[in-house]
T-cell receptor
Framework: GEQVEQLPSILRVQEGSSASINCTYE??????FPWYKQEPGENPKLIID?????ERKQTQGLIVLLDKKAKRFSLHITDTQPGDSAMYFC????????FGSGTKLTVEP | EAGVTQSPRYAVLQEGQAVSFWCDPI?????LYWYQQPRDQGPQLLVY??????IDNSQLPSDRFSAVRPKGTNSTLKIQSAKQGDTATYLC?????WGGGDTQYFGPGTRLLVL
């Protein structure tokens, strides 16, 4: 199997600042690391992912970093907006997705 | 393209009652997943199928939970004799391929409350 640890569980930032969420995994066979955003009452939606052949990926204000040696990956949201407020889940996969416990991000105006 | 659809959206049961959840994956997706998401936690895989075959059901509480996908398209997850600890959102997801590296698309989920 796989164990994914996600921190912090709660994150409050001011609008316009950056937010960072960190995840670690245990199984070196994991090779796919997606990030999902989930708003209240909604389903998780993929926002960005990275595969093990990459160390960094960036799209639309999101940056994902992957350190395979340390078995660590992270999501960085630049220039946060109130609309970024949601639960964020990281996941690691070598056959199925193993999710972290989530981070509740609140962006305050 | 239509997304993953699920029904019902909500269910409220007394302990001991049975309930079935239905999922229609994205057309052409051969892999279908059922997850349980307790409140304020991440989704946890219960079972997944490739076409009509169960690939892994090791996390499914087999004494009360069952899942089928008889024609390799729609799927049904059933809970016999529900317990309060089953209170959660049940999410269905599908992907084009299996093997872990394919994007999974989630349905809206069924929120279950067991009283």
């Amino acid at each position: 199997g796989e164990q994914v640890e996600q921190l912090p569980s709660i994150l409050r930032v001011q609008e316009g600042s950056s937010a960072s969420i960190n995840c670690t995994y245990e199984n070196s066979a994991s090779n796919y690391f997606p990030w999902y955003k989930q708003e209240p009452g909604e389903n998780p939606k993929l926002i960005i992912d990275i595969r093990s052949n990459m160390e960094r990926k960036q799209t639309q204000g999101l940056i994902v970093l992957l350190d395979k040696k340390a078995k660590r990956f992270s999501l960085h949201i630049t220039d946060t907006q109130p609309g970024d407020s949601a639960m964020y889940f990281c996941a690691a996969s070598y056959n199925v997705l193993y999710f972290g416990s989530g981070t509740k991000l609140t962006v305050e105006p | 393209e239509a997304g993953v659809t699920q029904s019902p959206r909500y269910a409220v049961l007394q302990e001991g009652q049975a309930v079935s959840f239905w999922c229609d994956p994205i057309s052409g997706h051969d892999t279908l997943y059922w997850y349980q998401q307790p409140r304020d936690q991440g989704p946890q895989l219960l079972v997944y199928f490739r076409d009509e075959a169960v690939i892994d059901n090791s996390q499914l509480p087999s004494d009360r939970f069952s899942a089928v996908r008889p024609k390799g398209t729609n799927s049904t997850l059933k809970i016999q004799s529900a317990k309060q600890g089953d209170t959660a959102t049940y999410l269905c997801a599908s992907s084009f391929n299996w093997g872990g590296g394919d994007t999974q698309y989630f349905g809206p989920g069924t929120r279950l409350l067991v009283l």
